[in-house]
C-alpha cells in the first residue's frame, strides 16, 4: 500500500468516529431469543492465520445454540483463503481494504455497494471477536450491516474502544486476571451468555477432494519411499519467534538417520533468509517446499506424519488438518496460543535458542513412533488444553 494510503487511512480513522458515531449510535441490546436469529455475521479482517483459526471453535458453538441459522464470515483475503468450504461456514465475504481506498482517497462507489450488499443480507446477529486490538474498520463494518444485535468489545483488558458506541452490546473484556486464558476461549468470551460455551477447542479447517488428491504426487516426491514424514516449518514473521536454523537443520539430520524420516521444510515469503541458513547447512539433503498457496500447504500437512513449527501460521494450519504437531515457543504465552488436542505438544525456551535440539529429538521420536503403531484417522484434535511436553 502506498505511503499516501497509508495517511489517509489514518486520517480517516481519526475523523470517522466523531462523524459517525451519531449516525450508528446503538441502544443497549435486548435478551437474545435464539428461535428469532436467521442469519449470523462473523467479522475477522485482520490477517493472522493463528487468531483466525482460533475463531473456529466460537463458530462451532454458534452452530450448536442456533442450529437453524446461516452463519457467514467476513474475513481478508487470507483468512478467507483458509476458511474457503469450511463446513461451519454458509457463505464467506472477502473484505479487501485496498479495493475501498485508493491513492485519491475512498472510493465511494464501491463503499456504498459494499454496505449495500451487507445490508441486503439481513443478518439478525453480527459479532466481531476481538482478543489482541480493536479495530475501528471492523467496529464501521458491523455498524453498516444493521443488524439488531450487534456484539463488540467495549473494551479489552481495561482500554476502551473507540467505536463501543457502534455495537448495540458492547462487552467489556479482561483476561488480566487469567493470562493463560486460551485465546479460543477468549473468542468465545464475546458471546458469553448468549450461547453455551464451545466444548471442542480443537482448530478446524475444511479440504475438498480435489485439493487432497492433487497433493499425492508432491507427497510422494517428498516421501521418496520413507517410513516417515516429517515437515518442519522454521521461519515465522517475528524473530524472537524463531527457533535458529543450526537447530533445525541438527533436528533434521537426527530424524532421517534416527527414524529413517524424509524431511521437507515449508518456506513462506519472508523466511528466504531462514531457507538460505538451512541450505547453507543441509545443502539438498532435504526438500523444500517454497511459497506455495496457503491451501496447497495445508493439502500436503495433511498427509504428514508430523510437523514441527515454529510459534506462526503453519502451526495452527497444522493442526487444522490433524497433524501431529511439536510447536515451538519463544516468548509468546503458549498455553493462550498452542494448538488445543492430543495430537499437538508445545515446548517453550526464552529465548528459543534455549530449546535444546535433544528435546525436540526426543519429543519427536517419541510421537512418530506414536504414529507407527497407530491408524491415523485424520481427526482434528481433540478436548482440552494444550499441554507442555515434560521430560
Known sequence: MSRTVRRLELVIRRLLPVVTRRIFRSSSGGPLEAAS??????????????D?????????????????????????????????????????LVYDKREY?????????????????????????VAVPSTVSMSLTSDLLEAVTGAP?????????GVRNPGASFYSNAVDLDWRSSPTRHQTLRNADL????????????????????????????????RQGKAHLVAIHPGAGKPPNRWPARHFARLARQLASEMGAAVFATIGPMDQETQQALEDDLGKEIEYVVNKPIRTIASILSYVDLLVSNDTGI????????????????????????????????IQGNPMSAITVEKVVSLATRMLSEVSTQQRGGGKGGRGLPREHKR
Not at 472510493?107 to 454496505?115: A, T
Open 37 to 50: 436469529v436467521r442469519r449470523i455475521l462473523i467479522i475477522r479482517q485482520h490477517n493472522q492465520l493463528g
Open 101 to 125: 481506498l485508493g491513492p485519491l482517497g475512498i472510493r465511494i462507489g464501491r463503499v456504498r455497494r459494499l454496505v449495500k450488499d451487507l445490508r441486503a443480507r439481513n443478518y439478525d446477529l
Open 191 to 222: 458471546l458469553e451468555g448468549v450461547v453455551e460455551p464451545p466444548e471442542d477447542l480443537s482448530h478446524e479447517l475444511t479440504l475438498t477432494a480435489s485439493e487432497i488428491e492433487a497433493a499425492k504426487d508432491e507427497v510422494s516426491r517428498l
Open 315 to 346: 502451526m495452527h494450519v497444522g493442526a487444522a488438518v490433524g497433524v501431529p504437531v511439536i510447536s515451538l515457543f519463544g516468548p509468546t504465552e503458549p498455553r493462550q496460543w498452542a494448538p488445543i488436542g492430543p495430537r499437538s505438544r508445545y
Open 149 to 157: 444485535m450487534r456484539f463488540g468489545p467495549g473494551s479489552i483488558d
Open 52 to 92: 483466525m483459526l482460533c475463531v473456529v471453535p466460537l463458530l462451532r458453538a454458534l452452530r450448536a445454540s442456533i442450529p437453524g441459522a446461516e452463519i457467514d464470515l467476513l474475513a481478508s483475503p487470507v483468512n478467507a483463503d483458509i476458511m474457503r468450504h469450511h463446513c461451519l461456514l454458509d457463505d464467506l
